[in-house]
């Protein structure tokens, strides 16, 4: 079983930052990349930003392009998204996944945790 715990959401002013983290654990299993997505109210679950593992190439959604970077720490099993001039419209629960394999399925995700930004 894998486990992605993520931490580091709370409430923000607009303009604020935020530093998202997100640790893997469990049994040896493969990652091509481990990203971010976000689920506001009354919304899609979307994507946010992800990092191909091996080579740390970086994805991002063009909504948060420039003000959101995804980072990784192969050591920790752990990856981060820092967010940056925050909007209200960033509020959301945010939620880090595993994709095994390039071009597969999103087939392990944390428990979410709720960034609010307030006006």
């Known amino acids: 079983q894998v486990q992605l715990v993520e931490s580091g959401g709370g409430l923000v002013q607009a303009g604020g930052s935020l530093r998202l983290s997100c640790a893997a654990s469990g049994r040896t299993f493969s990652v091509s990349r481990m990203g971010w997505f976000r689920q506001a109210p009354g919304k899609e679950r979307e994507f946010v930003a992800a990092?191909?593992?091996?080579?740390?190439?970086?994805y991002y959604a063009d909504s948060v392009k420039g003000r959101v970077t995804i980072s990784r720490a192969n050591a920790k099993n752990t990856v981060y998204l820092q967010m940056n001039s925050l909007k209200p419209e960033d509020t959301a629960v945010y939620y880090c996944?595993?994709?095994?394999?390039?071009?597969?399925?999103?087939?392990?995700w944390g428990q979410g945790t709720q960034v609010t930004v307030s006006s």
């Open positions: 996944a595993i994709e095994p394999y390039a071009s597969g399925p999103w087939n392990y």
């Open positions: 990092i191909r593992w091996s080579s740390g190439s970086t």
